[in-house]
């Protein structure tokens, strides 16, 4: 039972980041939603002086416009939070696939949450009104590392105290 629902776990974090990539920019754009969640634009004056250098561009309220400056920040947090949920699941996965040593599979997950991010990158390629990015499959690569870095040590020391239980 366990073992399926991780897998399941797994298969739906894939196929939730495979939809998103299949939708063009103005498809998924959240600007429309924010609008209507944040009218006035609240904090508009404390986030105006925040300006962010993501690979050579400058993102900001002046550059960009509020609406947009927000969500680039939720969209680069999904990049982080979808990887590392990818990552996590797949370290799960092959835990529960019989006992193994920890931490090289840690790094096979973290290996496979790179892999799916750069045929993420390349699917949005083929996918209209979308712009692959290195950098992007670099920020996914960065959410499972920060996952499985946070998850793992946690993982490892709960198997210790559970064996030592026994």
């Keep these: 039972m366990k073992k399926g629902?991780?897998?399941?776990?797994?298969?739906?974090?894939?196929v939730v980041i495979f939809r998103f990539s299949s939708q063009t920019y103005e498809e998924q754009?959240?600007?429309?939603?924010?609008?209507?969640?944040?009218?006035?634009?609240?904090?508009a004056g404390l986030?105006?002086?925040?300006?962010?250098?993501?690979w050579g561009t400058?993102?900001?309220?002046?550059?960009?416009?509020?609406y947009y400056f927000i969500e680039f920040f939720i969209r680069k947090f999904a990049h982080l939070f979808l990887?590392?949920?990818?990552?996590?699941?797949?370290f799960r996965v092959l835990m529960l696939a019989g006992p193994k040593r920890i931490w090289p599979v840690a790094l096979?997950?973290?290996?496979?949450a790179g892999l799916y991010a750069m045929m993420d990158e390349y699917h949005q390629l083929l996918t209209g009104g979308r712009t692959p990015m290195v950098e992007d499959v670099l920020l996914d690569m960065a959410g499972a590392f920060i996952a499985l870095g946070?998850?793992?040590?946690?993982?490892?020391w709960r198997k210790k105290t559970r064996s030592s239980d026994a």
């Excluded at 629902?5 to 894939?14: D, E, K, N, P, Y």
């Excluded at 946070?150 to 490892?156: C, D, K």
Aim: glycine fraction near 8%; charge should be negative; include cysteine.
């Design 5 to 14: 629902l991780t897998v399941a776990a797994l298969l739906m974090i894939g």
């Design 29 to 43: 754009s959240l600007v429309p939603l924010l609008e209507s969640l944040l009218p006035g634009e609240p904090l």
């Design 47 to 54: 986030l105006a002086p925040v300006e962010v250098s993501y």
């Design 58 to 66: 400058a993102i900001s309220i002046e550059t960009k416009g509020y």
């Design 83 to 90: 990887f590392g949920c990818l990552a996590l699941a797949l």
């Design 108 to 112: 096979f997950a973290f290996a496979g």
């Design 150 to 156: 946070l998850y793992v040590p946690f993982y490892s």
